[in-house]
C-alpha cells in the first residue's frame, strides 16, 4: 500500500511525512502547524484536522518510528529525541518555523519538549487530552522494561492474536470512529509487528517521559507564546469524566495556559472535533 505523503530520511530513519499547504493562490494566514500523534498514533488521526487547517496554513504531520508507515527504530524514545525529531522534519520538508506545534495524548510531552527546547522555533503550543504523571511508575531499570515489552511484542505478534485482533482493539482504545477511507491502512498497520513492538515500548518508558519532562520544565521554561490545554469530555456526567478534567485543568494552571474542552468528544478528539479543534489552533496564533 503506498502511503500518501513521501518518505524522508531523518536522523537515519526513514520517516514517512505528509504535508498540507493552502491551495494554488491561498497565502498562508498564520505560522505552520506541526502536528504529534500520542501513543499508537498515525497520520491519518489528523486527516480533518489538516483539510480544515491547510486553507490558512501549512501543516506537518509524520509518522514516529515504528508508527503508520515509518521505519523502526531500535533506540527507545524519550523527549529531547523526539523534539528533535520533529525539527528534523521540518527542516526536511523546508518548513523553516516558527510553527504551532499540537500534541495529543503522550505526544504532549514530546510537544511541550520541542516548546522548550525549540523556543525559536515555537509560535503557539497545545496540549489535546494530553498525557500526565498519574504518579510514580517504572520502579524496574529501563532497560528491563524495554525488553520485556519488545519480547511481549513478539509472542503476541508470534501467536497470531495480533493478527486477529489488532484492528479491533485498536478501534476499541481509540474510542472514535475512525476517519473516512482509513479502515485499511489501519487494518495493515495494526497487524504490523513494528507497530505493536513501537506502542508496547513506548509504553514502557512512559515513567521515563514524564521525569524527563518535570526536569525539562525546571531547566527550560518555557517563552511567553500563546498556550492551550485541550480537554476531551464525552459530555456524560461521570466520575471518570469529571477526574480527567480536572488533571487537564491542572496541566493548564501549571503551564498558565487556555484552557478549552472538547464537547462531546473522545480521547481521539481530532477524529470527533476536527472543526473545533483547527478553530482553537487558528485562534491561538
Not at 152 to 179: E, F, K, T
Amino acid at each position: 500500500m503506498k502511503p500518501p505523503g513521501r518518505l524522508v530520511v531523518v536522523d537515519g530513519h526513514e520517516l514517512h511525512v505528509t504535508v498540507d499547504r493552502p491551495a494554488d493562490g491561498a497565502g498562508s494566514s498564520g505560522p505552520a502547524v506541526l502536528l504529534i500523534g500520542g501513543l499508537g498514533g498515525n497520520w491519518f488521526d489528523w486527516d480533518g484536522v489538516a483539510r480544515e487547517l491547510a486553507r490558512e496554513r501549512t501543516v506537518v504531520r509524520f509518522d514516529r518510528p515504528g508508527f503508520g508507515f515509518g521505519a523502526a527504530s531500535d533506540i527507545p524514545p524519550t523527549a529531547r529525541g523526539e523534539a528533535d525529531r520533529a525539527a528534523a522534519v521540518l527542516r526536511s520538508v523546508s518548513v523553516a518555523g516558527p510553527v504551532t506545534v499540537v500534541g495529543h495524548s503522550l505526544g504532549g510531552f514530546y510537544a511541550e519538549a520541542f516548546a522548550r527546547l525549540m523556543p525559536d522555533l515555537t509560535a503557539g503550543l497545545i496540549l489535546l487530552d494530553a498525557s500526565v504523571s498519574a504518579g510514580p511508575r517504572g520502579r524496574l531499570p529501563r532497560e528491563w522494561r524495554v525488553a520485556a515489552a519488545r519480547r511481549a511484542a513478539a509472542a503476541i505478534s508470534a501467536s497470531g492474536a495480533q493478527r486477529a485482533l489488532g484492528a479491533g482493539v485498536a478501534r476499541m482504545l481509540n474510542r472514535a470512529a475512525l476517519p473516512p477511507g482509513t479502515h485499511d491502512r489501519m487494518r495493515r498497520i495494526s497487524r504490523d509487528p513494528r507497530y505493536l513492538g513501537a506502542v508496547l515500548v513506548e509504553e514502557a518508558v512512559y515513567p521515563d517521559l514524564v521525569a524527563e519532562v518535570a526536569a525539562l520544565r525546571e531547566s527550560h521554561p518555557l517563552l511567553p507564546v500563546p498556550r492551550a490545554v485541550v480537554a476531551a469530555h464525552t459530555g456524560r456526567r461521570t466520575p471518570w469524566g469529571a477526574l480527567r478534567l480536572r488533571t487537564q485543568r491542572g496541566l493548564a494552571a501549571t503551564l498558565d495556559a487556555r484552557f478549552v474542552v472538547l464537547r462531546p468528544a473522545h480521547h481521539y478528539a481530532m477524529i470527533d472535533q476536527p472543526a473545533r479543534l483547527s478553530a482553537v489552533v487558528l485562534s491561538l496564533v
